[in-house]
């Protein structure tokens, strides 16, 4: 099954899926598994891979393009579900993330997804976490099965507007096709239509010239409007054959600050409106989004971590939600005194100490103004 390793190579360009690179294995015939957070926090091993790996559509920064000198390979939904199902029986997988290059259209590469999703379900009895890839262009009926099937689905959208889908994937329609399953998708699990429970999408950064700002927004509106429940940034990086081979890549930096922001927006209570940008609207290189946050507010600083409530607490620098959950218990038993009491050690603690006043006094060393 020479063509399973392929196909999980394929994959590696959707992180639209919790997959991380730490601790993943390269299995006996070369497929890639990848411990993957489930939406209830749970971690299993998952196997990510492509049905088909060369597209007939022709997205400019894509690997797996059109008319891209690449190998060619694909399985039949047969084929995958049974490849999988000795993995999983073998106990090597517990998951599965399907997704797929276009190949005969999208609504017959959907399709694909789908009959492979059925075979696991009905024929080898698969109860397990399965991530579905909704196709662009597929049609609504698809989505509702999708959504019975899966454990979760996404739709990828790449870029934050039409007019940067034009630029980078020009038989792409973002409205006409993205946005509107990402519609059918928010709908269906609203209305708990099926096994679904949530969707994620993917941005590409910088294979356009979206700014940060037009990022984050975007990713609040698909908070907000849509029940997304997490949107994932995979920074660009030129692929040789392509049209955006000369490109330099998007800078590491970038990316991270991303998901700062987007952290700050589904566990800080921040909406996007609040997240700061440069002048030319990123997000600052220097600091994080929340520290250029704090610089805008400087009179809401110092706060008493005594009396703050928890979403004020939610916006010291420093401090997560975890850490804050923290100190709410502690100043329960008794006064926090010292940065020692907060539970928050190292520099994030010498952080959030400068934004902190401990029953009145502030740390010390502190200076009367926070400085930045």
């Not at 429970?197 to 037009?214: L, N, P």
Request: proline share 6%; with cysteine.
């Amino acid at each position: 099954m020479v063509d399973l390793g392929r196909l999980a190579e394929a994959a590696r360009f959707d992180l639209s899926c919790a997959c991380g690179g730490t601790g993943r294995t390269r299995g006996d015939l070369g497929q890639w598994i990848f411990p993957a957070a489930l939406p209830g926090g749970r971690t299993i091993p998952v196997l990510k891979v492509a049905q088909a790996s060369t597209c007939e559509r022709d997205c400019a920064y894509c690997a797996l393009r059109a008319g891209r000198d690449s190998p060619d390979r694909s399985l039949s939904p047969d084929e995958l579900a049974r490849a999988f199902d000795r993995m999983h029986r073998a106990g090597s997988v517990d998951g599965l993330f399907l997704t797929s290059a276009i190949r005969g259209g999208p609504v017959a590469t959907m399709d694909r997804l789908l009959a492979t999703s059925e075979i696991l379900r009905r024929r080898h009895g698969f109860r397990g976490y399965i991530h579905l890839k909704i196709i662009p262009g597929c049609e609504r009926a698809q989505v509702e099965h999708a959504v019975r099937i899966a454990t979760r689905v996404s739709v990828n959208l790449e870029v934050p507007s039409a007019e940067h889908l034009e630029a980078v994937c020009p038989r792409k329609g973002f409205d006409a096709e993205l946005m509107t399953a990402m519609r059918w998708i928010a709908d269906l699990i609203q209305a708990r239509a099926g096994s679904a429970r949530s969707h994620t999408t993917q941005f590409v950064v910088g294979a356009s010239t979206e700014t940060d700002r037009e990022i984050v927004l975007k990713a609040g509106e698909l908070y907000t409007q849509y029940g997304l429940a997490r949107a994932y940034y995979s920074k660009f990086a030129p692929v040789a054959g392509t049209p955006l081979e000369n490109r330099p890549p998007a800078p590491f930096i970038r990316e991270h600050r991303l998901y700062q922001a987007d952290f700050l927006m589904r566990r800080y209570g921040f909406a996007a409106s609040e997240i700061p940008f440069e002048s030319d609207g990123c997000l600052s290189r220097d600091r994080d989004p929340k520290e250029s946050w704090a610089a805008l507010n400087p009179s809401l600083f110092p706060t008493e971590v005594n009396t703050a409530p928890r979403e004020v607490l939610l916006r010291v620098p420093g401090l997560g939600p975890v850490s804050v959950d923290r100190i709410l218990a502690r100043r329960r038993e008794a006064s926090i005194r010292s940065v020692e009491d907060l539970g928050v050690h190292g520099r994030l603690a010498r952080k959030a100490g400068r934004f902190l006043l401990f029953d009145g006094k502030r740390m010390e060393g502190q200076q009367v103004e926070i400085a930045y």
